[in-house]
């Protein structure tokens, strides 16, 4: 093999990699959406940190909806095959943090999501659309 398909395979396997994190980040947006989380983000920054693909971030009213939310994020992407590394916070559920390895979910309380602005530490960084929530009308 040369160098440049070498290079080449990689660039494609980092392709794949990212295109099944990206996956992953929506799957746990929508799960928080279906738990009624608020301002559900997505933040692009692979290549950016060698610590995941993607940030998922999302918000609680009380502290039992961050626990909610918490646990519907683990339950559907465990159901899907993806359980997490590790999941932090659960106690004070003023913060969890769910580590998917290329994706890492944080679901804050109100005030804590305004504390540590994970959002203002990466405006410059891409934002992924997030579907809307499929509302019930019935």
Known sequence: MTQENAKNQVEDETQVRIEKSRALALLAAQAGLAKKAIGVEIIDVSGKVDYADFLVLMTGTSQRHCQAIARAV?????????????????????WV????????????????RELYDLSGLWMDAER???PEPVRDNS
């Open 74 to 94: 683990d339950e559907d992407l465990s159901a899907h095959g993806d359980a997490p590394l590790s999941m932090e916070g659960q106690g004070s559920s003023e």
């Open 128 to 130: 992924v659309g997030v």
């Open 97 to 112: 943090l769910i580590d998917f390895f290329d994706v890492v979910v944080h679901v804050f309380a109100e005030d804590s």
